[in-house]
């Protein structure tokens, strides 16, 4: 995982709260991603980033908004948690449609 | 995380003996191809690609093997080791945003 930072790495939160999951690359990256990986289903694409203040939605965006300020930091915000939310986020960074790379994860758990 | 290899197919192999974990991917217009490994706790770790100009490639001790007729993919891992316990899936790339993750074999190594 060199070069890519998520963090918290792991976190409980109760139902209807807001939380700020956060990943940072030191690569330079143009390409950034959130995913979720659930029991059952391939990693499924939250949102992506393609620059500095340019995103757009995956296959499951909803409940999920991204902010990208700088180009080393990706935010994956949930406005306000539910269950069906819990899981495990992975960032994943690239310069291109190949050779993704991930970070090890976040596990959040909404109560 | 171990929450993701529950429910996966689980290939059990004896130490040394060689290892094939295969996939099967859908779409037509991808011409790209990754293998992952996920060890328990960690993110994805890239294991070796291949184009779809390419029926095979080798790396180090792995190797892959592509069949567009069938839409088949197959992961080789010789002399397996118990380091090589983990879950493996198969990625397929159209684009930077069209990404389809597989959703896994777990491999188990018997010492």
């Known amino acids: 995982d060199a070069g890519i930072t998520q963090s918290p790495r792991h976190k409980v939160t109760e139902t209807g709260t807001p939380v700020t999951l956060r990943c940072h690359q030191t690569?330079?990256?143009?390409?950034m991603y959130w995913y979720r990986q659930d029991p059952g289903h391939g990693l499924r694409l939250i949102h992506y980033s393609y620059g500095v203040k340019d995103t757009d939605k995956g296959e499951v965006s909803d409940g999920y908004s991204v902010s990208r300020s700088k180009t080393e930091d990706f935010l994956l915000t949930l406005e306000s948690a539910t269950s069906s939310q819990t899981s495990v986020y992975f960032c994943?960074?690239?310069?291109?449609?190949?050779?993704?790379?991930f970070g090890s994860g976040t596990r959040l758990t909404v109560v | 995380g171990e929450s993701v290899g529950l429910h996966l197919p689980t290939l059990s192999v004896q130490e040394g003996d060689n290892s094939i974990i295969n996939c099967a991917y859908s779409?037509?217009?991808?011409?790209?191809f990754i293998w992952y490994k996920q060890e328990s706790g960690k993110g994805p770790q890239f294991i070796i690609d291949i184009r779809s100009n390419m029926d095979k490639r080798q790396g180090q001790r792995v190797t892959v093997l592509l069949n567009k007729t069938v839409k088949h993919l197959s992961l080789q891992i010789a002399a397996t080791q118990p380091g090589d316990s983990a879950v493996y899936f198969c990625a397929e790339v159209e684009s930077y945003q069209k990404v389809t993750f597989g959703t896994g074999t777990k491999l188990q190594v018997i010492p």
């Open positions: 690569e330079n990256h143009r390409y």
């Open positions: 994943a960074i690239s310069d291109g449609p190949y050779g993704y790379t």
């Open positions: 779409n037509s217009a991808s011409d790209y």
